[in-house]
């Protein structure tokens, strides 16, 4: 009982240090009078490039007149004048991410248009087909926006229409067959156009995408058609989707990692008797019951392997962490000073997840363990300081964590 007693005391009091010595080159070691409120892991993942499909619909501003139900008296012409410029339909929309300024993107639209005696075909309804590709130029650098990105686009595309657009002709039942119409375009600059069912438009305009979650947005996009024959009909289209998101960088903010300093006002020691003397006053044996114990984990030279001498004292460890259940340890990993940072880094977190896994084939319940690995981040001692004096700065250290809030942000290590 007395022995359970003081190793909880100095677990909850005390960062306990487990010496890594025998490597070579790795290291970091906390500063007396700092500890770490918000751990990072020391690894980048490199997101993957984003695709992004949508699905919605469009109208297109194509100049269509009918002209129906021509008569005349002897001062004046009768007829049905019928305009409806607007065609609508629906839009398909795939693109790629190039790198954050640039898209790749194929959109195709179908437009439905009700057919008339001027311009009809015989049926009911006829269809415009049109698809191409385009890219897309993000100011999302610029504005530093994640969640609403505007853009320009351009792009190439193949269009083609089973129906006939008029521009004009001759009253089909005026008698004297003098009796003419004509319908301006107002998106061609003299006014006039030609027609012809397949053609090549290029396509010119702009847009911006509203995200509502890391993977699903809302889409609007203006764009001018300009065909290669500029006597074909130019026209406008509107576009507004729903459109979902795979892979691409995350757009929620990961939590912010910092050291920071916290003072310490009160000697380790002076804390460990006061408490132990209030509890059946069992006398201070920390120094040759728990440090023993904790002090001489070893590992194989600059390898994460742990001796066999060292296992026996995890086995010790384990026993100890099983009688306190309910509460939580982080696992840290600390290298010297000598060898470069991202090695030092690798060599902490294979170590420190060395001992974690160690205490779970032990029995430790993994909801009491974390662990991360901090390199040569702490390390007080230079490289060119002698091996005996760089053995202070490689170590693996076991903390009680009671802040839950900051236990549940950490997060779980592969």
Known sequence: MKKKMIGFVFLSLLPVSLVARGQ???????????????????????????????????????????????RSTPENYFYNLKANHLMGGANLYVARELNRWFY?????????????????????????????????FRFTPLFKSKWVEPYLRV????????????????????????ARWESFDTWNPDGRSSDKNSFIPLSFGAGVKAWLSNSFGLGLQGEYLLPVQKSLPHFVQISASVIWRIGGKNK??????????????????????????????VPVMVD???CDLLE???????????????????????ALLKNYPDSHFLITGYTDARGSAQYN??????????????????GVPSHML????????????????ADNIREGDRKILLEKVTNMEYWKVLGKED
């Open 24 to 70: 070579d080159t790795e290291t970091t070691r906390r500063a007396p009078s700092q500890e770490e409120v918000t751990i990072h892991d020391g690894q980048q993942e490199k997101a993957s490039k984003a695709w992004e499909i949508g699905v919605g619909g469009s109208l297109i501003n194509w100049n269509r007149v009918a002209i129906t139900g021509f």
């Open 104 to 136: 790749l993107d194929l959109q195709g639209t179908v437009g439905v248009t009700s057919n008339n005696r001027t311009t009809g075909s015989g049926r009911k309804h006829d269809w415009l087909y049109m698809g191409g590709l385009g890219l897309q």
């Open 155 to 178: 792009g190439v595309n193949y269009l083609h229409k089973d129906f006939t657009s008029v521009y004009g002709g001759n009253f089909v039942d005026d008698p004297t067959g003098e």
């Open 252 to 281: 929620h903010t990961p939590p912010v990692v910092r050291y920071v300093e916290v003072e310490k006002p009160v000697e380790v020691e002076r804390i460990v008797e006061r408490v132990v003397e209030r509890k059946e006053k």
């Open 288 to 290: 040759t019951v728990f």
């Open 296 to 318: 001489n984990i070893h590992f194989e030279f600059d390898k994460d392997v742990i001796t066999l001498v060292s296992h026996k004292i995890l086995d010790r460890l384990a």
């Open 345 to 362: 880094l690798r060599l902490s977190e294979r170590r420190a997840k060395a001992v974690y896994k160690a205490l779970l084939e032990r």
């Open 370 to 385: 974390k662990w991360r690995g901090f390199g040569n981040r702490a390390a007080l001692v230079p490289p060119v300081a």
